[in-house]
């Protein structure tokens, strides 16, 4: 596999210029085509009228369809865009028909809103949450997993496949394979592995895929997607409220849901956000990959091992597969104070408090952490800067 041309890749990313940019699991800096595409398209809206605007670049809004089919592994029929990953999750969760005492299967390590929004549903139908336990080495236990799923009433698996807050993969295919053997449906939360990670929906086994646009796959903030399998299509899944985008009025009393994954979306959408989604999918794909993991996955391993030789430093990740999320508990500092030190020295990063990972934090006994996300296009340097700053500041000199 050809290493990538770093040298290039960030000669096209405006940011890297401003800023050592290691908050990709927030939001990672979009390359210059991706701006391109939203001003572009927001131009020509403010010239010729927003309607005016949609018609004339028709095929140019295909393309994206095509592109982020083609990034994971599937038809544009299977895509529905979004304004974001929670939004993507709700939509496939409204979509099915719970009823009182129906099992929702999920795991220890799951997105805070997701839980929430199940937790929501526990309280209005009675749907009843299971989570998985996890192994001693951290992810969750696949055997569990696997005779859970073949239980009574589990009428969903959500899993998460790299959390918010760690360095954690989870083995989304092994549970796939699970939820097919059972005939149950499988919800992948990929909001932080796409773009990140190889992912091909029919490998993962799964029947909706969320996911984000602002992260790993570097496309803009307040865009996402939601994949929809032709299984779950073709079980006339649609969302609780559909709109008319996603169904003709056919009658007084009577409407019809399009055939494709189209009935996920709304009337209203950001054009300018999803032409420059479909551009991220294929600058993605241009980089390679398997290449851009490669790189995530070796920068977050650097990180770790130097993170872990700071006296203060306790590395958090856990797991037998890590990817570029590092996670870390410093002894006696608020993490909160250590991002702000390290962005006034032009380094991002985040704090992640215990509400954003509630059981991973009880069961790591700690309330907050910090979190450094690195992405292709950061170098070996700036790693090495950022854990200088870090050591620096930790030893009190500013
Ligand atoms: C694992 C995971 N899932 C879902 C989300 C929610 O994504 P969004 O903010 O786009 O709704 C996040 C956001 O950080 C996340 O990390």
Excluded at 83 to 112: C, K, M, Q, W
Excluded at 273 to 286: C, D, H, P
Excluded at 334 to 357: C, F, H, K, M, W
Aim: aromatic content about 6%; hydrophobic content about 40%.
């Amino acid at each position: 596999m050809p290493a990538l041309d770093i040298k290039r890749l960030r000669s096209e990313t405006p940011g890297c210029d401003q800023r050592i940019h290691l908050n990709n699991a927030g939001a990672a800096l979009m390359p210059a085509p991706v701006v391109q595409a939203i001003q572009d398209h927001i131009l020509l809206e403010s010239r010729i009228g927003g309607y005016e605007a949609a018609d004339a670049r028709h095929d140019a809004m295909l393309a994206a369809y095509q592109s982020v089919a083609d990034l994971i592994g599937t038809q544009p029929r299977n895509i529905a865009f979004t304004e974001n990953a929670t939004a993507s999750f709700s939509l496939a969760l409204s979509s099915l028909p719970l009823a009182r005492g129906d099992v929702i299967l999920t795991t220890r390590n799951d997105y805070a809103s997701n839980q929430i929004q199940l937790l929501s549903l526990q309280a209005r139908i009675g749907v009843q949450i299971i989570r998985a336990p996890d192994r001693s080495a951290g992810g969750v236990d696949l055997q569990a997993m696997a005779e859970l799923i073949h239980g009574e009433r589990v009428r969903l698996v959500c899993v998460t496949h790299v959390p918010t807050n760690s360095g954690l993969v989870q083995d989304v295919r092994a549970i796939g394979s699970a939820c097919r053997d059972a005939g149950v449906l499988y919800l992948l939360d990929a909001c932080q592995s796409i773009g990140q990670l190889p992912l091909d929906v029919a490998d993962l086994g799964c029947d909706f895929l969320s996911a984000s646009a602002r992260k790993y796959l570097r496309g803009p903030r307040g865009a996402g997607f939601l994949y929809v399998s032709d299984r779950a299509l073709d079980q006339g899944l649609e969302p609780l409220f559909i709109d008319m985008r996603g169904a003709d009025w056919i009658g007084e009393n009577r409407y019809r849901a399009v055939a494709d994954a189209k009935r996920f979306e709304n009337w209203e959408s950001a054009w300018a956000l999803v032409l420059a989604t479909g551009e991220a999918a294929r600058y993605a794909m241009a980089v390679g990959m398997e290449a851009i993991s490669r790189r995530v996955i070796g920068l977050g391993q650097r990180l770790r091992e130097q993170l872990a030789s700071i006296d203060q430093v306790r590395v958090l990740d856990r797991g037998s597969e890590l990817c570029g999320i590092v996670s870390a508990a410093i002894e006696g500092r608020d993490p909160g104070e250590l991002v702000t030190a390290l962005r006034a020295r032009g380094i991002n990063t985040s704090a992640q408090r215990q509400e954003y990972a509630l059981l991973d934090y009880d069961d790591k006994r700690i309330t907050a952490s910090l979190r450094i996300s690195p992405h292709y296009y950061n170098t070996e340097e700036e790693i090495d800067q950022a854990l200088s700053a870090i050591r620096e500041i930790l030893q009190g000199r500013r």
